[in-house]
């Protein structure tokens, strides 16, 4: 857990509440439920103590897959554009046909590592006879929010995005991998059935136009934020992105 308190507030006992463990049947702890006291140093402080519930499920990955056609006909202006998609149940919110980009739980190796790693499981890749090599897997969270490394006063912070800092140390790394590739090969993706079923994923490869990306996922907060840091990046220029049209 990545926490640094103010020279005003220690950290005192932590009470775990509860924990889950996945991965290699149960081997490792994935989810962590605690409550730390922290309290004020200073008799005249305002605020005696922090509110200190805590979600400890750490890091994760998040990439928009963007694939162009190249068999269309660029004398007519940009090659159509989509984006692949998964759908799959999300118990916590009572949904059987949720829609979101590719993603999945840091554990351990590099971020980078994580994300390919979620691609060839979710969107099926080598069965549809594509290979990451082929593409440019950019690293959207290391351009558009890099790392504090808490010099000069400043608190540590690493490359990504909080979604929930309210109660959770959960920050995501977004990556936008870019692929050209055949017509027909785009089109094999959509309705794809993927995921690891040992592991209780059950998830359908959809493919849309990348301009309806809002339009048909906006409710997945992991669109929200790749959306945002993409159109940020491309209002600074960033020439990795340039020709995308969201």
Known sequence: MNLKLQETYKLGKIAIQAGYRFFEEGKNVGFLFFDASVTAIEKT??????AGAVFLRGPSVAILVVLEDKTSDSSKGQPRQRVALTVQPRVAIGSLKFTEVVAGIHDGKTAKAVAEKELEQE?????AGISLADGEMINLSELATPEKTGTGGDEHLPAGTFPSVGGSDEYIVYFLLRMKLPSKIIDGLDGRE?????EG????VKVVELPKLMEVAAWDGK???V??????????GEKKLEGLVF
């Open 223 to 225: 669109v929200a934020a």
């Open 227 to 236: 959306y945002g840091l993409s159109r940020h990046l491309q209002s600074k």
């Open 194 to 198: 993927t995921g690891e079923f040992k």
């Open 201 to 204: 994923e059950k998830i359908n």
């Open 123 to 127: 969107l099926g890749l080598k069965e």
């Open 45 to 50: 402080a305002k605020v005696k103590t922090l």
